[in-house]
């Protein structure tokens, strides 16, 4: 399923092309609700089983897998996107960085005054070992519920931002013509959730979000007051989201996709069947059903770059080459099903041809470590060396190696024409790097 997994970060992010096109095309209407660009927002999947999506760096949603394959409906996801939108709109990621930077110092404050307090407490300790008044007979800074004063306050002011969220996912999920019945029933599957990894014992006031029973009872109100509470997800929806759990369990949970999906013949039933069987190392078996499915929907680019994903991983990256060429004449523009076919053209020695679709991926996704790091080997391998150099200066600066980007990116100055395109990116690399330099 991935195309490329990026670790280094907190997160594991995946990449999938048909995943993130139909949660685009499904959330546009909310986004349009909310009065955001459509185009400014960004998806991303993260690789983690549980039941979470979260907002950072700006417009950009990530959504866990494990999400994904717990939803039952289009409208589930949905919810907590909207409710993610709800982040965005209220810019409440700003608002939060700027409310850690003012409270940290008070903090700091507090816990020292905290210790001074605990010492104090320590000197008072009469012999039969009770403390003086107000005084600490544990010798552990305090703890919830007496954490210091800023954190609940911080702490306060992110649960209200969560519940804002709520109440803006609703608005836009009702201004969308969608029910708000989703947001609950995954508020629902969180409350479960929550008793596992939190417990039930766990101090309310130091919890990121608010109490899912609170948030339930919000959206137990607007399910009932809700003019579109019983509205259900368009037959096309119903298909991308029956889809996306299906190809997302095969490649992550394949013996649990093969008993879910064992005898469902439905596309998305035997979609996730191919997929696990291509996880399960039954590759024939896999492109057998793989070809059936194309068969039924020609024009499906999905099905194509499934098969070329089971050629290229069972060492037939010709056959692949095939594939996923047939997947990007049905969707030319997306850089995903161009990587995959990158891919395939470089493990089949068609280093041309693969240096020609990578530079049409890092085109349209200057940020793509993998392309950058396979364009790099394709250009060596053509024995282009000042091109090699440049991307891989553009691959270790967006690795954060600065002093590997730094000499990759002068020895490509050296060698490239002056004056070329190449040539001045390499320049406007050395002076971003010269920017980031540490100040003495």
Partial sequence: MPAAAQRGDPVVLVRDAEIENAIRTMVAPILRAANLDANAVEVHLVQDRRINAFVAGGQRIFINTGL???????????????????????????????????????????????????????????????????????????????????????????RAQEQAADQAGVTFLERAGMSPRGMLEVMRMLQQQERIYVGSGADPYLRSHPMSGERIAFLEEAVRRSRSANASDSAPFREMHARMVAKTMGYFEPQRAMQKYQNDNSTAGRYGRAMAMFRSGQTQAAVALADQLIRENPRDPYFHEFKGDVLRDSGQPAAAVGAYSQAVALLPRDPALRFGLGQAQFNAGQQAAATKTLEAVVQTEPTNVAAWDLLQKAYDASGNTAMRDLAAAEFFYLQGHKSQARYKAEAASRSLPRGTPAWIRAQDLKVALEADKPRR
């Avoid at 039952?72 to 608002?95: D, F, M, P, W, Y």
């Avoid at 409310?99 to 507090?110: D, N, S």
């Avoid at 107000?134 to 702490?155: F, I």
């Fill in 68 to 158: 994904i394959m717990r939803t039952e409906s289009a409208n589930q996801l949905l919810g907590v996107i909207a409710h993610e939108t709800g982040h965005i709109r209220g810019a409440h990621l700003v608002a939060l960085q700027d409310a850690i930077r003012g409270a940290t110092a008070q903090m700091i404050l507090e816990t020292i005054l905290a210790g001074a307090a605990m010492a104090a407490a320590s000197s008072n300790r009469r012999p039969d070992g009770y403390a003086g008044a107000g005084g600490n007979t544990s010798g552990n800074v305090p703890t919830p519920p007496d954490a210091p004063g800023a954190l609940k306050s911080l702490l306060a002011y992110t």
